[in-house]
C-alpha cells in the first residue's frame, strides 16, 4: 500500500512540476513557488501537497523546449549567454557569478539574465551603476536587494548576496565557466 501512495505522489509531483513549466513558460512567471501554489491549485491540490523541487520544474521546462522549439531554444541560448558574457564582463570588478535560467539552460522568452554579485559591494555597484549613466530600479523582495538593469534583447536581474549564503542549491558559472561553454557550443 504504501508503495502505491509513493508511485502516485511522484506522479502528483510530476503534473504540478509539468504545469509549473508550462505557467512559467507562457505567462513569464518567474517566481517558482508562484508558479507551484498555481499549478497546484489549478490541478485542485490541498495547499502545500505535491510541491516539486525547482529542479523538477526545470527539468519539466528542458523537456517541454526540447519538443517544442529544440532550435529556438537552442538559439535563445546562446543568445542570452553571450549577452551575460558581455554584462558580466562590464561588471568584471565585483566577481558577478551567473544564476538562473540562462546558468541552467533552461530559457525561455520571458527570462532575465541574472546575475548575483557579494551584498558588501552594493553601495560601489549602485555608484558604478550611476557612473556609468545604466538604467536600473532597485528592487528589494523578502530582504533581498537587487537591481533590475534595463536591457536588450533581456533585461539583467542582479541579486545581492551575502558572500557565505550563495544559493549552493542553484547552478552559478562564473565568467570562465560561461565562455568555456560558449566555446564548446560552437560547432
Request: hydrophobic content about 45%; charged content about 30%; cysteine-free.
Amino acid at each position: 500500500m504504501a508503495a502505491a501512495h509513493d508511485v502516485r505522489a511522484l506522479q502528483v509531483r510530476a503534473q504540478v512540476a509539468e504545469l509549473a513549466a508550462r505557467l512559467m513558460a507562457e505567462h513569464g512567471l518567474r517566481d517558482y513557488a508562484v508558479a507551484k501554489r498555481k499549478a497546484a491549485r489549478q490541478l485542485g491540490l490541498p495547499e502545500g501537497y505535491g510541491m516539486p523541487s525547482n529542479e523538477e520544474i526545470d527539468a519539466a521546462q528542458a523537456e517541454r523546449q526540447a519538443l517544442f522549439q529544440p532550435d529556438e531554444q537552442a538559439s535563445r541560448l546562446t543568445d542570452m549567454r553571450e549577452q551575460a558574457r558581455e554584462v558580466m564582463r562590464v561588471f568584471g570588478r565585483f566577481a558577478p557569478a551567473l544564476t538562473g535560467a540562462v546558468a541552467s539552460g533552461v530559457v525561455s522568452e520571458h527570462s532575465l539574465i541574472e546575475l548575483e554579485i557579494a551584498q558588501d559591494a552594493s553601495k560601489d555597484f549602485e555608484q558604478f551603476l550611476v557612473n556609468r549613466e545604466i538604467a536600473y530600479k532597485v528592487q528589494d523582495r523578502a530582504d533581498r536587494m537587487a537591481y533590475l538593469i534595463y536591457s536588450e534583447p533581456a533585461d539583467v536581474l542582479v541579486h545581492m548576496v551575502a558572500r557565505d549564503i550563495r544559493h549552493a542549491h542553484a547552478q552559478r558559472l562564473s565568467l570562465e565557466r560561461l565562455e568555456k561553454l560558449l566555446t564548446e557550443a560552437r560547432p
